[in-house]
């Protein structure tokens, strides 16, 4: 129930498909795959991070090169909960990053 929930807040603009499509045409589809994911982790941390305090989630939306969290919560939100939302996005993508590093994803380039 809780997974059926997150995926109906998931949006995936139609550019996206053009994007995966020309990519599989001109053969880097594991580099475009790599930056999809590496965007999924990125918009999950920010996601997982505003759950953690109870923040209602709007939509999560996902361009080409880029995604967006949208979020209805109080204006007067504690700031220490808005710079940990902030921060949770490039902070789990360099973890990510870190983990592909250890082991050795990126020696196949």
């Known amino acids: 129930m809780i997974i059926k929930n997150i995926l ?6 139609p550019s996206c498909y053009f994007v995966l499509l020309l990519s599989i045409f001109s053969a880097n589809f594991k580099i ?12 999950c941390g920010h ?3 505003a759950c953690i305090f109870k923040w209602p989630t709007l939509k999560i939306s ?3 090169f880029g995604g967006i969290s949208k979020f209805s ?7 220490k909960e808005e710079i940990l939302v902030l921060i949770m996005g490039p902070v789990s993508q360099v973890l990510f990053y870190l983990l592909l590093m250890k082991i050795n994803y990126f020696n196949q380039y």
């Open 8 to 13: 109906n807040k998931i949006y995936i603009h």
């Open 32 to 43: 475009m795959a790599l930056v999809s994911l590496l965007l999924l982790v990125h918009e």
């Open 47 to 49: 996601f997982f991070t």
């Open 62 to 64: 996902f361009y080409p």
């Open 73 to 79: 919560h109080d204006i007067n939100c504690p700031l």
